[in-house]
């Protein structure tokens, strides 16, 4: 897979990224809003990056590496990951990219990919409701705020993407409706 913005080039992880990830996820002030808030070894990131690469020939449901256009460093990730019949769409940068508008350009572009070129449907996006740029970024995107969660002392807050769970309930409405008329 390969998404070009004005900044960003949006594309399939390979092997050779799993250094640069891990200094991404090795940093705390990254990892201090993910679940349990601990840096990622490198071992750790180069499990997570071949279940990457095996999900990605498998269902292309992924994580997309997001690379700086002009100098093609690894700046971080945007993409999907299928959780049971759902869809969670997140993000994950480095620090010193932080505040440059690079989520929100890559996260329109990957949703856009997910929606009309995956067809996915049911996705959603989580974030600490701390985590004030993340929860920008959800907006921006046309999420709503569906439910809170205590998630081990800390307030996640759920959204849905209202546009592709519309399709998603015409599609369940179009199952439902097959399953009745025979």
Same mark, same amino acid.
């Given at each position: ?12 992880? %390979?092997?050779?990224? /799993? ?6 996820? @090795? ?5 201090? =809003? !993910? ?10 990131? +180069? ?14 449901v992924?994580?997309? *590496?997001?690379? !700086? ?14 959780? @049971? ?8 940068? @480095?620090?010193?990219?932080? @505040?440059?508008? =690079?989520? %929100?350009? *890559?996260a329109? *572009? ?10 996915? %449907?049911? /996705? ?10 993340s929860?920008? /970024? ?5 999420y ?10 800390? %307030?996640?807050?759920? =959204? ?20 009745? +008329?025979?």
């Amino acid at each position: 897979m390969r998404l070009s913005t004005d900044r960003l080039i949006i594309r399939s992880f %390979t092997r050779d990224d /799993i250094r640069d990830y891990a200094a991404i996820v @090795g940093d705390p002030r990254v990892t201090r =809003y !993910l679940s349990n808030s601990v840096p990622h070894t490198l071992e750790e990131s +180069s499990a997570y990056i071949e279940k990457i690469l095996n999900d990605e020939k498998e269902s292309g449901v992924v994580r997309y *590496a997001v690379t !700086l256009k002009e100098s093609s460093e690894l700046i971080g990730f945007c993409g999907f990951k299928q959780i @049971g019949e759902s869809v969670d769409f997140g993000w994950r940068y @480095g620090f010193s990219h932080w @505040g440059r508008g =690079y989520g %929100t350009e *890559a996260a329109i *572009a990957v949703l856009e990919y997910g929606i009309k070129v995956l067809k996915l %449907t049911n /996705i959603f996006s989580v974030a600490m409701a701390e985590n004030i740029a993340s929860v920008k /970024i959800i907006q921006k995107l046309g999420y709503q705020e569906h439910e809170l969660v205590d998630f081990e002392g800390k %307030t996640i807050v759920k =959204y849905f993407n209202l546009r592709a769970n519309r399709r998603h309930e015409q599609c369940r409405k179009r199952k439902d409706d097959s399953r009745g +008329s025979v």
